[in-house]
């Protein structure tokens, strides 16, 4: 059974870099045809595509915030990582890896909160 979980800082300043990275367990990242996605839900909205980087290590980012948005990944460790840079208070919200050929396999989300 494929597991992920996430981890990075609750509390980010504005205009800092975020970073969260994912821990995949039970499969690995390189597996054909899986990929790795990060998803995040502002409180009261609905849930917002960020970006993957697939099995083979090419990305895609979603337009209005591909500016700011790389995902990265390590294969020795299985894992892979997201960095959000100068955040504001809108990018606050709660923020999910999810992996597999599909949606498959969710992370339980970890809770960012970008304040001063």
């Known amino acids: 059974q494929v597991q992920l979980q996430e981890l990075g800082p609750g509390l980010v300043k504005p205009s800092q870099t975020l970073s969260l990275t994912c821990t995949v367990s039970?499969?690995?990242?390189?597996?054909?045809?899986?990929?790795w996605r990060w998803i995040r839900q502002p409180p009261g909205k609905g849930l917002e595509w960020m970006g993957v980087?697939?099995?083979?290590?090419?990305?895609n980012y979603s337009p209005s915030l591909k500016s700011r948005t790389s995902i990265s990944r390590d294969t020795s460790k299985n894992q892979f990582s997201l960095q959000l840079s100068s955040v504001t208070p809108e990018d606050t919200g709660l923020y999910y890896c999810?992996?597999?050929?599909?949606?498959?396999?969710w992370g339980q989300g970890t809770q960012v909160t970008v304040s001063s």
């Open positions: 980087i697939r099995y083979d290590g090419s990305t």
């Open positions: 999810v992996g597999g050929p599909a949606y498959n396999y």
């Open positions: 039970g499969g690995s990242i390189t597996t054909n045809y899986y990929n």
